[in-house]
Structure formats: structure tokens, C-alpha cells
């Protein structure tokens, strides 16, 4: 059973394997290929409480399907739940928890069973959703060390997918930055160029351009980087480099963010210790931060279709 804080999380609703169920009866068994392996993939989504529209608005929810069902073909996995399964469950979960503040949803697909073919199936589906403020490290800015572990490489695991087992990968770093005095951690990839931090992509300012490692860099394609690339585009009117970008430029750098579904848009206070800028949070980066939330939470109007109200 796992151990997740009942006080937080005991009345909370889940969808799990084909019904609506209780928090506590959400469990796998540890035979489980899911368990054993990792043979799972998911989605970080992020549902917000709009003051503006007085209803939770979920933002992106279709491009998050859309990566969860080609994470499932990439894992090879036997049944596919497509967007227009996937979504339902979703907006019913929010439903059922009459959520009116921020949360953090967790669509998850997963290999359940030891059936002939239990490399690839049965596969069943399970979402979570639970109140997930504003990151504080938003407003703060987090240290940054660059990790020793190394982003997993694409001949290794499919770095664009999100499947479970990669994020141990993630928290390799993680708990050695923590464990080291840091707020998060920065990998690079085999090739020695930046490729991102645990579950968000890196962006830095430097000499008036701003930059973001390329997507053949080993990282994910996330959906936050193209968020940020169209609000620089079209409502700052920068155009972001995606380029490599190597260590030493790090250092050199007059603004730094990363940027991720949970981690929002976290400016990069130092890295390895030296400031970036003069340490503080710079300027596009305070403004990149403002037209985030306005877009995410819909204090704007959104010309995109990027919300799905709940
Ligand atoms: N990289 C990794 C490894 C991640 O898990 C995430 C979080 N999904 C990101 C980057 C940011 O992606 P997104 O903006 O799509 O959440």
C-alpha cells in the first residue's frame, strides 16, 4: 500500500484500471511489470484555478495526450490509450474532486500482469490528480549544479518519451545536487553539451540572444520549451537559438531558466556557484514569468485553444 500522506491525499479521487475509486484502492501489486521494471509512461499536467474564467482550466491537456499516446507506441506497448480515451477519465477525476485550486495531474500507463506476452501487456490506464500550488522557487530562483550524472542517452531509452524508468535517471541527479547544497541539478549529454535538468528544459540569455539546447540534445521535448518559444515569438518578439550549448557558457550567461509543466518557468539564480547575471532574477525572465501564468491560468484571452476548461 503505498505511503502517501493520507491527510493530503485520503479523500482524493482517483480513475484507476476503469473506475472512479478512492485514493487507497489505487494499487498495483509488486509483481507487477510496471513495479519490476518501470514499464510504464505518464504525463505531468498542470490544472489551474482561474480568478479571471471562476473555473479550473487545464492547460495544454491535448498536447500532453497526444506525447502520452506516442510514448506508448514507442514503448511498444499492446494496447494504446489514445487522446479520446484518455481525456474523459481526466476531466471526470477533476470533476469528482471539485478542485478550485492549483493542481498537478497524472495520467499514468502502465504494464499490469504476467501474461505470455507480459513484456508488452495487459496494459491499463490510472490518473491522479492532486492540489499542487505555484512553485515557490518560482518567485526565488534556484542554485544549480551541474550533475555528474549524465542525461540518459537516446541509444539507452527513448529520452523523448516519458517513460517511468527514465526518470530514475533524473533523480540520480537530483539527489546528489540536494544532497550537495543545491536547489536543483543540470545534466549534460554524451556528447558534453547541456541537455536539461530532472523534468524541465534549460533556456539562458546570453549576449542579447537567448538560447535553448536543440531537441536532438537528449531531452524532451517538452511542451513548457514551446510554450516559451511562442510567447518569446510572438508576444516579445525574440527569436530563441536552438543550438548546442556547451558548459562553459553557463558561466557566462546574463539570464537563466528552467521551464517544465511542474517547475513552471524557475529562473537560475547561479550555477556551480557563479552567479548568473548579478544573481538575481533578470528582466525577460521576470516578464517571460508574467505572460506564463496570464496565459496558463487564462487571466488572458487564449488565442491559442491551449485551455480546457473543466
Ligand atoms: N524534461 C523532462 C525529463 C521532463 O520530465 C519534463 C516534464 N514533463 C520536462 C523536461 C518538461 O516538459 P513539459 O514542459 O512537457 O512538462
Known amino acids: 500500500m503505498a505511503k502517501s500522506d ?12 476503469g473506475d472512479y475509486r478512492p485514493w487507497h484502492e489505487a494499487k498495483v501489486h509488486v509483481f507487477s511489470p510496471a513495479m519490476k521494471y518501470g514499464a510504464g509512461v505518464f504525463e505531468g499536467i498542470r490544472g489551474y484555478w482561474s480568478d479571471k474564467l471562476n473555473k479550473m482550466v487545464l492547460f495544454r491537456l491535448l498536447d500532453h495526450l497526444k506525447r502520452l499516446e506516442y510514448s506508448q507506441r514507442v514503448m511498444r506497448f499492446e494496447k494504446i490509450f489514445a487522446p ?25 500507463v502502465y504494464v499490469d500482469g504476467d501474461g505470455p506476452n507480459g513484456a508488452v501487456g495487459p496494459i491499463e490506464f490510472a490518473v491522479t490528480a ?25 541509444l539507452t531509452m527513448p529520452t523523448r518519451v516519458k517513460a517511468n524508468a527514465n526518470y530514475n535517471n533524473s533523480r540520480m541527479a537530483s539527489v546528489q545536487a540536494k544532497h550537495d547544497g543545491y536547489g536543483a541539478a543540470l545534466m549534460l549529454n554524451q556528447k558534453g553539451h547541456v541537455a536539461e535538468g530532472p523534468a ?48 562553459s557558457e553557463l558561466y557566462d550567461c546574463q539570464e537563466a531558466f528552467f521551464c517544465g509543466t511542474a517547475w513552471e518557468v524557475t529562473p537560475i539564480t547561479s550555477i556551480d556557484g557563479i552567479p548568473v547575471g548579478d544573481g538575481k532574477i533578470g528582466p525577460l525572465t521576470q516578464r517571460l514569468i508574467k505572460i506564463y501564468f496570464d496565459t496558463a491560468t487564462g487571466a488572458v484571452e487564449d488565442r491559442r485553444g491551449w485551455l480546457t476548461l473543466v
Open 6 to 17: 493520507p491527510k493530503k491525499y485520503g479523500s482524493l479521487i482517483t480513475y484507476f484500471e
Open 130 to 154: 492532486v492540489r499542487s500550488g505555484k512553485k515557490e522557487t518560482v518567485n526565488t530562483g534556484v542554485a544549480v549544479q551541474v550533475s555528474s550524472w549524465q542525461r540518459l542517452s537516446d
Open 200 to 247: 524541465m528544459c534549460f533556456f539562458m540569455v546570453r549576449n542579447g540572444v537567448t538560447v535553448t539546447p536543440s531537441i536532438t540534445s537528449n531531452i524532451l521535448e517538452s511542451i513548457t520549451r514551446d510554450t516559451v518559444i511562442q510567447i518569446f515569438r510572438e508576444e516579445i518578439g525574440i527569436e530563441t537559438v536552438e543550438r548546442d550549448v556547451d558548459r
Open 84 to 108: 479520446e480515451e484518455t481525456s474523459g477519465p481526466i476531466l471526470e477525476v477533476m470533476r469528482r474532486n471539485s478542485f478550485t485550486e492549483h493542481v498537478h495531474l497524472r495520467p499514468v
